[in-house]
């Protein structure tokens, strides 16, 4: 059987944002961290696709109305939209 590696990393989550994830995992009947590593996992497996959908939803809801993203001057959004 082989042995599987784990990172541990302290983050800091807006109260919002706890709130709305510990919601979704007792929505579904699971802890709070099997839900945020399962999202993490999720996200990373499907980055192999042109358009995350999680990240989608987060570039939408952070866009002004009626901005073009290629407007944007940042380098680590030019960066995500790369990928």
């Known amino acids: 059987m082989e ?3 784990t990172h541990r990393k302290l983050i ?3 109260p ?3 709130e709305a994830l510990s919601q979704r995992a007792q929505s579904q009947g699971i802890s709070l961290k099997r839900y945020i590593e399962t999202l993490l996992e999720d996200a990373c497996v499907s980055r192999k696709s042109e358009y995350s959908p999680s990240i989608s939803r987060l570039i939408g809801s952070a866009l002004p109305k009626g901005k073009d993203l ?5 380098d ?4 995500l939209l790369s990928k």
């Not at 290629?70 to 940042?74: K, L, Q, R, T, V």
């Not at 680590?76 to 960066?79: G, I, K, L």
């Open 3 to 5: 042995a599987v590696t």
């Open 12 to 14: 800091d989550i807006k």
């Open 16 to 18: 919002s944002v706890f």
């Open 70 to 74: 290629s407007a944007i001057d940042d």
């Open 76 to 79: 680590r959004f030019q960066y």
